[in-house]
């Protein structure tokens, strides 16, 4: 086993503190002005960009990066809160389709402004346009 240089530790711990700093942040501000948390953001968001024709659960636990048993509960929550539809695969019948409902649009729509301003906030009015595009180019290595 190797010992982690302190330089690449700071990097980790100044990466993972900002980004736990602004995810508490954004999800903060969505509790606050009485929207969904943000994963629901991140669902809608991936729902929308597949459009009508919808994308299988699979898919879109692969999409948003959570376990199985997660996707499944935050899809089962959105169908009750009326913001994604289902219907059945007409491929396989067993699987499903899910889809972005209207609601599930304007909710998304209305989630948008307090998630902008954190990241314009948090990231966007202290770094120049140089910056951030150096620092997504460093970010994209990992």
């Not at 900002?18 to 948390?37: D, F, I, N, Y």
């Not at 669902?43 to 879109?60: D, M, N, Q, S, T």
Request: aromatic content about 6%; hydrophobic content about 40%; proline content about 4%.
């Amino acid at each position: 086993m190797t010992d982690v240089d302190r330089t690449t530790q700071a990097a980790w711990t100044a990466l993972m503190t900002k980004s736990r700093q602004l995810l508490e942040t954004v999800e903060a501000a969505l509790k606050s002005a009485g929207h969904p948390p943000l994963s629901w953001y991140d669902a809608l968001l991936e729902l929308e960009k597949v459009g009508e024709e919808g994308i299988r659960p699979f898919e879109l636990r692969q999409r948003l990066l959570l376990p199985q048993y997660g996707t499944s509960r935050l899809l089962d929550r959105m169908v009750t809160a009326g913001l994604v539809n289902r219907r059945d695969c007409e491929e396989d019948g067993r699987g499903q389709i899910v889809f972005i409902s209207e609601r599930g649009l304007a909710i998304r729509k209305a989630m948008w402004p307090e998630y902008s301003k954190v990241l314009t906030d948090g990231i966007g009015d202290k770094l120049t346009r140089a910056e951030a595009v150096q620092l997504a180019m460093l970010l994209s290595k990992l």
